[in-house]
Structures are given as structure tokens and as C-alpha cells.
């Protein structure tokens, strides 16, 4: 199948909305982490799904939560309680899907967008439009290596050319051949003529 047929994502409304307080990747882990995880995200040749608030680092959490009628409405909150009861540091925290509280704790809170994260997203998107987009229809599946470390990737694309990416956790990643489109410590990629 062409790589874009495929979506790809870091995060999903499954994902997040079904952690016990819905916390996102932005509270999760560090801006360095988010950086390496937008950039593998948007450098891939598939569709780049970005969950909602992603795109410009939103903290706010995206809880379980849902509008049932009286029946369902306590076996969903019976049934999500006893998914965590099992762990006492945060059973008792577990927020009411039903509670209209929880719809809105989970809504966008657009005054606390990270101008730095915005900004990555906005080279990342530039990048992958400049060098990966023209060259994407009828890309196919990549082929990976794992060698002292780093994994390589590297996908055929329509025209003849390569879209290589390398990434080496904790550092050192080095620049593959043909033009370098990007550099983290981390991660390289680059675009090989054909």
C-alpha cells in the first residue's frame, strides 16, 4: 500500500481520553521529547494526525466523558471506576464521565498555546510541505535498520528519490545521505536525489 494511505499519530483521543485523568504527552514528558516525537510524526511519509491542542502544546486534559441517559449513564461511571480500582494512588480521583465538570475540564484552553511549540510545528509542516509533499504521491513502504544504536529509515518515493530519517536516543544521530532537511540531537533527516 502507498505510505499515504496510512495515518500516523503520537496521541488520539483513545489514548489520552482513556488515561485515568486524560493527561497529555505535554505534561508527560519534555519539550525536548515533543520536539523529537513531532518531528518523527510530520517526517514520516504517512497522513500526520495531530490531536486536538497538540499542534500548539495544550496542557489542559482530555478526560473520558460522555452524555448517557440515567441507566447507562452510572454503569459507565461504575464501569470506569473499576477500571483503576486497582490503584490506589489515583482510584478516588477518577473524574465522573458524566459529570458535565468533566466535558468541561477537558475543553481547550486556547490562552495557554506555547509560542515555541507552535513555531516547531510551523517549521516542521514547512519542511515536510517543501521537501516531502511533492514527491509523496505513490511513496511506498520504508525498509529500517537498527545499527550501533540508531535506527535508519529510509522510504522510496514516487520519483526515484529517498527520504531518509536516523535517530539515535540521546544523541548522535548522524545526517544520512543526500540533502539534510532537518537536524535535532537526536534525530537527522534528509532527502536523497534520485
Not at 495544550?58 to 440515567?70: L, S, V
Not at 459529570?99 to 506555547?114: G, I, V
Request: glycine content about 8%.
Amino acid at each position: 500500500m502507498p505510505a499515504d494511505h496510512f495515518v500516523v499519530a503520537i496521541q488520539t483521543h483513545d489514548q489520552v481520553g482513556n488515561r485515568a485523568k486524560g493527561e497529555r504527552l505535554s505534561v508527560l514528558v519534555s519539550f525536548e521529547a515533543l520536539k523529537l516525537g513531532a518531528a518523527l510524526l510530520l517526517f514520516s511519509p504517512y497522513v500526520p494526525l495531530l490531536f486536538m491542542g497538540e499542534e500548539f502544546g495544550a496542557r489542559t486534559p482530555f478526560q473520558f466523558f460522555c452524555d448517557f441517559g440515567p441507566e447507562l449513564a452510572a454503569a459507565v461511571t461504575r464501569g470506569r471506576r473499576g477500571e483503576f480500582e486497582r490503584f490506589a494512588s489515583f482510584a478516588r480521583e477518577i473524574p465522573d464521565p458524566n459529570d458535565p465538570a468533566t466535558f468541561l475540564a477537558s475543553k481547550l484552553k486556547w490562552l495557554e498555546r506555547n509560542p515555541r511549540r507552535i513555531a516547531l510545528v510551523r517549521e516542521l509542516l514547512s519542511a515536510r510541505r517543501r521537501h516531502l509533499i511533492p514527491r509523496l504521491a505513490g511513496a511506498r513502504s520504508g525498509t529500517f535498520s537498527i545499527r550501533e544504536g540508531t535506527l535508519n529509515v529510509a522510504w522510496p518515493l514516487a520519483d526515484g528519490a529517498r527520504w531518509h530519517m536516523s535517530y539515535r536516543p540521546g544523541g548522535g544521530a548522524a545526517m544520512p545521505a543526500g540533502e539534510a532537511v532537518y537536524r535535532s540531537a537526536a534525530l537527522a533527516v534528509a532527502l536523497e536525489a534520485a
